[in-house]
Nanobody, 125 residues
């Protein structure tokens, strides 16, 4: 089992920045990919970004490209999401996720086996 704990959410004005962290514990050696998803009120959960654990290849949703950056610290088993140029439409609960199976497609939530409880990000206009 893997446990994921997110932190770093909060309230920020449009144009501002936040950095989310996701600390993994447990059988972290089984992780091959980690990602961030978000869910706004009344909307489905959507893919934001992902990073492969070994190659560090990164993937982004079109809506966040150029504004968000995912990174990882293997020694700390932690993944970070740096969010710059935040917009009101970025308001959502952000979830960290980890997957054990390698796949060419990393945007689907079904790939991920473990999920954090989420952290709220609110961007005011």
């Amino acid at each position: 089992q893997v446990q994921l704990v997110e932190s770093g959410g909060g309230l920020v004005q449009a144009g501002g920045s936040l950095r989310l962290s996701c600390a993994a514990s447990g059988r972290t050696s089984s992780i091959v990919v980690m990602g961030w998803f978000r869910q706004a009120p009344g909307k489905e959960r959507e893919f934001v970004t992902a990073i492969r654990w070994s190659s560090r290849s990164t993937y982004y949703a079109d809506s966040v490209k150029g504004r968000f950056t995912i990174s990882r610290d293997n020694a700390k088993n932690t993944v970070y999401l740096q969010m710059n140029g935040l917009k009101p439409e970025d308001t959502a609960v952000y979830y960290c996720a980890a997957g054990r199976v390698s796949s060419t497609v990393v945007t689907g939530s079904r790939l991920y086996d473990y999920w954090g409880r989420g952290t709220q990000v609110t961007v005011s206009s």
